[in-house]
């Protein structure tokens, strides 16, 4: 099964709002209401912001938004900050053989 | 505090095999999922397969399945991956995580294998 497609780079400046997609299949994204999203900073392990498409764990600044439609999902950053830059991932549950499909991961650069 | 500790940096050849661990704590470790993702240098992230410490229920990504195996053990609340015979193409950071549901809430550090003549 193929990875979901995340657009590769995204930016913004300190205080904008940025979005990034997530696309998949009916199998994967569009079938089940669990995609998630992950920060990671160079080095270091991921760190979950989104689960359940739009729910944030303890600890997760609002700032943080997630959203699907049909196959499509996204992840927004609003009030953009310095350490916001880092890579994000998407992931989809996709099945019992697929537990989480993850996308091929977005740069974000805040500018 | 959920914690999940994982065995350090490991160098092999190929050919050879190796058998990292993830050791949880601060929850309950065998009423949760806990599994395993790799990245290569420089690359994203794939997930490679997920045991249920309660049961021992495995299982594995198609991209993995016969490649690697998992396993944990209750006792010590750890988990492991291991190889029977690496390749250089094994190169990359593994990671451990937790599921709770269908998404992994807490990781591990990551443990380096590089693979090289």
């Known amino acids: 099964q193929s990875a979901l497609t995340q657009p590769p780079s995204a930016s913004g400046s300190p205080g904008q709002s940025v979005t990034i997609s997530c696309t998949g299949t009916?199998?994967?994204?569009?079938?089940?209401?669990?995609v998630s999203w992950y920060q990671q900073h160079p080095g270091k392990a991921p760190k979950l912001i989104i689960s359940e498409v739009s729910q944030r764990p303890s600890g997760v600044p609002d700032r943080f938004s997630g959203s699907k439609s049909g196959n499509t999902a996204s992840l927004t950053v609003s009030g953009l900050q310095a350490d916001d830059e880092a890579d994000y991932y998407c992931s989809s549950y996709a099945g019992p053989k697929n537990i989480e499909l993850f996308g091929g991961g977005t740069k974000l650069t805040v500018l | 505090e959920v914690q999940l500790v994982q065995s350090g940096a490991e160098v092999k050849k190929p050919g050879e095999s190796l058998k990292i661990s993830c050791k949880g704590s601060g929850y309950s470790f065998i009423s949760y999922w806990i599994g395993w993702v790799r990245q290569m240098p420089g690359k994203g992230l794939e997930w490679m397969a997920i045991i249920y410490p309660g049961d021992s229920d495995t299982r594995y990504s198609p991209s993995f399945q016969g490649q690697v195996t998992i396993s944990a053990d209750k006792s010590s609340s750890t988990a492991y991956l291991q190889w029977s015979s690496l390749k250089a193409s094994d190169t990359a950071m593994y990671f451990c995580?937790?599921?709770?549901?269908?998404?992994?809430?807490?990781w591990g550090q990551g443990s380096l294998v590089t693979v090289s003549s």
């Open positions: 995580a937790r599921y709770d549901g269908y998404n992994s809430d807490f």
């Open positions: 009916s199998s994967d994204v569009g079938g089940y209401n669990y």
